[in-house]
Every structure is written in C-alpha cells, then in structure tokens.
C-alpha cells in the first residue's frame, strides 16, 4: 500500500523503521548499510523528513541520530498508516478480540526494531489461550496482510522466568492487559 502512495523506496524504508517502533533511532552510516543503500540516497530522504519535523535530529559526537517525532501533530496518523501498510494493526484486533484471558502480546525481533523483512515475530502470553483459534487466526492474517507470522505461546509464569532471564521489556507491545 505504501509504495503506490510514497515512490521513494528509501523514504518507505525509513518511515517503517522509525515509525513501527518510535523508540526506534539511527544515523546515517547505520541506515546506508542496514538498508544496503547509498549513504546520499539515505541522507537526501532523512534531510526532507527532517525538514518536514516528521523526524528529529540529535546530534550525539560526529553522529546525527534521527528518530520519529512523537511530537508531530501527524505522528499518531503516519504511524497508523504504517501499522496497516504491515498489517501489525488486523494481527492486534484478530488475536485480542479472539483469543482468551490474553495478559500481553508483543511483536520482537526485526519488526520490533523497525526492519520489514517479512516476517512478524509475535509473543502472546496469558492462560487459557485458544490453540485451535490462534492458529485459524494467524492463518488467516497472513492471507491477509501476505507476510508469516510465527506466534510463541507463553504462560505467565514462563513470562515471568524469561523476563528475568532477559531482563528487558518488549519494544513493541500490541496489546497489555493492565
């Protein structure tokens, strides 16, 4: 969907990595090979969002580190335009609504960073969770949004023992029951 909207590849890239995960940043040598793209290609579509205020620039050493403006009065849309461009946005609605006493679900790896590669790493944690639905469920939004998703089920006190083992808080959560 993005790419009949936007027709710069880089400015695609760009938006997904720092609007799926806001708390996402990056500077330009790390984009240039993360993307596997020229350094100036990079630098040309960071200066427009820039300039825009849809990105910030921090300057930290000889590095100028950008990351989204949760500020903007866009923010909320653009990251909303993102989320259902990926289809993260049907993967949230079809498991909450459907699945049982759901405590978190949480999106990891690559997608949690920002990186589109096609596959959605989703951690659902809670008891009582409908196997035989989860699986018609993912099935289903994958047709949906033609990207996999590979679903790990936890109960909470796997969660619990893989939090301290861990250490960290998931950098993507899609749903938490509070």
């Given amino acids: 969907m993005l790419k009949t909207i936007i027709t710069s590849k880089t400015r695609i890239k760009l938006l997904l990595k720092f609007f799926l995960n806001p708390k996402t940043s990056g500077y ?52 909303n335009i993102v989320l259902k461009s990926t289809g993260i946005d049907k993967v949230i609605s079809n498991i909450v609504q459907k699945l049982g006493n759901l405590q978190i679900a949480f999106v990891r790896g690559d997608y949690a960073l920002g990186v589109d590669n096609g596959l959605i790493d989703l951690v659902v944690v809670g008891s009582g969770i409908n196997m035989k639905e989860l699986e018609r469920v993912r099935l289903k939004t994958e047709e949906l949004i033609q990207r996999k998703i590979s679903i790990l089920v936890l109960t909470n006190d796997e969660y619990s023992r893989l939090k301290k083992t861990l250490g960290e808080k998931p950098l993507l959560i899609l749903f938490e029951n509070k």
């Fill in 28 to 79: 330009l040598r790390q984009l240039a090979k993360e993307f596997g793209e020229s350094t100036n290609s990079i630098r040309v579509e960071l200066n427009k969002l820039t300039k825009a205020k849809i990105l910030t620039r921090e300057v930290k050493g000889r590095n100028k580190i950008y990351r989204a403006n949760t500020t903007h009065t866009l923010f909320e849309d653009i990251r």
